[in-house]
């Protein structure tokens, strides 16, 4: 068995551990559990900084270009994240995942108490971690401009805060007073069925009903619950999606599990031999999120979906929706409503949620901004600054989101995402007339399509390539802004 | 890190592995993870033969009488499992858990097309398996008699065909008769009501309060379903039950749970320095049924505990019990009926589904028996001999129980412990009123009494030693016979 295939089986072993830790795992297990999979993860970090393998990995990459695509495409990555990490030792390296492990059960444990000064600490401990892994990197072109460069990089290949700076710059230009003109004179939407009790059997059975309508693999995949809704690509045919229930916020399970749904048909049509050459993990999150995405909003929450599924949620939640019309229920499940949580944010001001993570933890790892007791408030200004909205207390406020615990650098790429997905949706739009695909509930045509085009390369490219291909145009927010734009000032009829 | 606790590192992480695929791993992604399991196990494996740990043992077992008592408990059992393992190369190793692993995944399939022959290459190399790791074996003392002997050790140390022949030779004696007597002039039992339907939704309900009454601790546990109940103690603060809900028979996840709830009790409340000594998983299987069935039969099924529970019962299950007195529900719990499927028999029959499986493994194991397609019907034959009853297909015969897939010798240890549990009832009754604590709900007493009784010395003392230091007496199978005798001649009024 090769180094990589022997790596590969420690990292299969600490997936399903760490999917346990999210599901099942008790609390007073978690400690030793946490143990376990820092223990996993260095086998397999081991394996990959074995002499012989590395040396391997170097001479491929001397001769990259007369591999196969694909090779060229595995040896590319092994060896950026080889140039990445030779100087990180085994030791050092299991001394990060502990602190990122330690992050992830300190943050739970913060968020039961609504406390951040329990997960202080911790955090200033991760961002130590992302500093001094940063630190200890060797670049073979050019070097990253900020620390900040060099964290999203590891996320978007090739991104930078300028990309970012220009994106959101444009976004909160342009959405900040419509968001104002929505408030000020928007029409108003229907939203009291939204909160009408329903039951975990009722959730379960249209959770089920929407992976099964959007043609999710269940040979191939499997689903449950957990406190933070997640997808995770345990091995080529096990993809795992999972939600959370809320008694009082249907729309919460039906969009998160449509959201995962996205990630994990992302993963179960990707070409087959992309998993054979060990390349199955390459896609960047953004290109993931803008997958995700495309699924739960391009999709799920269009005219022609909501038309489609209308039926089955008067069936499956008949004490919602006693009293409400498709045309209402359209609307409420795209009403723009600045709020607290990121999770729960609608289409429209969710980028306003990335925005705010993004200038804190930018200023955080460029050193600009210490992590302390006063981070809280900062946060809290930023929400009140761009949303108008100010949380009551931690949970709902900088403990809301995991990702922390285990590093910075992550969130944009749910921004960007987003509109990756608008300029591919514009080039579908060329093949495909998608709102009446949708209407007929033809998700294979739809799934086929994004196999085709968009899942095909994702591997192969880095992001600015990727979308090149995929649309034959640059990276731009307009698709995006202008689809904004033009939803929401019919729906609020400004 | 001294290698035993790298070793448990990888059997942490292999429990995990394999719970994951007992309870949420999709089907296409039950081979890959077969893989990885059976890499995580050799790798334990692996570790327990290095020569440096391996000598380490021999020369502490040859100090042993100088070690303190926990210490020498410990090196008994790796030096016993040493010599049993010397001969068994890593590679010849990882050969036996593929074909456990291949046989687990094959029973499934059969199971589901209810077809034995899907099954029987696969049974017919899990004894091959068996009988060559024998044969590779040395063995420090006396040679045991039989392959059998050899092999049943493993669950029973010190316990051998002899000792079984005995207890179901007079169990068959005194029983058969006694059976035959409730069918021809027992009294007729009301069981109309406990095929009334329940939702899953109530079964779960039901199964929540049971673990709680009983006093499982769900910070050092957690609970689920899968298709067949288990318990799996997966760390010291993590031990694990599930159950299975069927519509019909409310029954069965009920008491499934008190059963595997026994195990955990077990695992949660052992001394606490036996896991600090890696000695927690020493006890033997008879003894862990002992207490499962203790909990499960000895207390679930005693008059007591129903007047305890039959109010509960009438508030989740309204549907059933409408109709239903107390007196009622005890009689019909405690119903003797011959059937079928061993997980669903009554506290009388059961002794004979194991002395079946008994009289087969036996055979087969010591090589009179052979595994082919006449097997079936071997087993048929024998259920209409002891029971009365004959398979209407390999599903409801042969088929439905896994343990054969990983190997043969497991079965007796549940009979066994039916006997120890009567010899230590009849000591605890000698301090306790068993009965009104029962019905007082304070099992927080009984726990404790377990906890100091049966459970202290369970991971320190080979079976005939323990049951004697428990109850001052050597293993007999005399008071089980005549709780058996006395409970169902009051009950069926003959």
Known sequence: MTTLAASRQFDHAAKIVNFDQETICPPKGMADQ??????????????????????????????????????????????????????????????????????????????????????????????????????LREYDGEKPKTKYDALFDDYEEGMTEQDLDAAFGAFAERMTPMLREIKTHGKKIRTDFLTREVTDVQQQEMADYLLHLLKFDFERGAWTTTEHPFTDNIGKDDARV???????????????????????????????????????????????????????????????????????????????FTDVSEEEFYEAVNVVEPSLVRTEADEFTYTFHIIIRYELEKRIVNGELEVDSELPDKWNTLYEK????TPANDREGILQDVHWA?????????????????????????????????????????????????????????????????????????????????????????
Request: hydrophobic residues 35%; charged residues 25%; proline residues 4%.
């Open 34 to 135: 946490g143990e376990v999979l820092a223990m996993l993860e260095n086998q397999s970090f081991r394996l990959t900084k074995e002499p012989q393998f590395t040396a391997a990995v170097e001479a491929l990459y001397q001769e990259k270009e007369d591999l196969d695509p694909l090779d060229r495409a595995l040896i590319k990555h092994l060896h950026r994240d080889y140039s990445k990490s030779k100087n990180i030792t085994p030791d050092k390296n299991l001394e990060f995942q502990k602190i990122y492990n330690q992050g992830f059960v300190d943050w739970i444990n913060a968020k039961k108490h609504a406390d951040f000064s329990l997960f202080e600490k911790s955090l200033a401990k991760v961002r130590d971690a992302n500093l001094e892994d940063l630190s």
């Open 406 to 494: 285990s590093g910075f650098g992550y969130f944009p790429t749910y921004a960007i995402g987003n509109m990756y997905n608008a300029m591919y949706y514009n080039r579908m739009a060329q093949d495909l007339n998608i709102e009446e695909t949708i209407r007929a509930g033809r998700f294979d045509i739809i799934n086929s399509w994004m196999a085709e085009h968009v899942f095909k390369e994702a591997n192969r490219l880095a992001p600015k390539d990727w979308i090149r291909q995929v649309t034959g145009r640059d990276f731009t927010p307009e698709d995006f802004l202008a689809y904004l734009e033009k939803k929401y000032s019919a729906l609020y009829e400004i």
């Open 242 to 320: 999972t939600t959370h229930y809320y008694p009082t916020n249907f729309l919460s399970s039906m969009f998160s599990i449509i959201h995962e749904c996205g990630h994990a048909l992302f993963m179960q049509l990707q070409p087959a031999e992309d998993y054979d050459h060990d390349i199955n993990d390459l896609q960047t999150m953004g290109m993931h999120e803008s997958v995700s995405r495309f699924y739960e909003n391009r999709i799920g929450r269009s005219r022609a979906f909501i038309s489609l599924i209308y039926p089955k949620c008067c069936e499956i939640f008949p004490q919602v």
């Open 386 to 389: 761009y949303l108008g909205v």
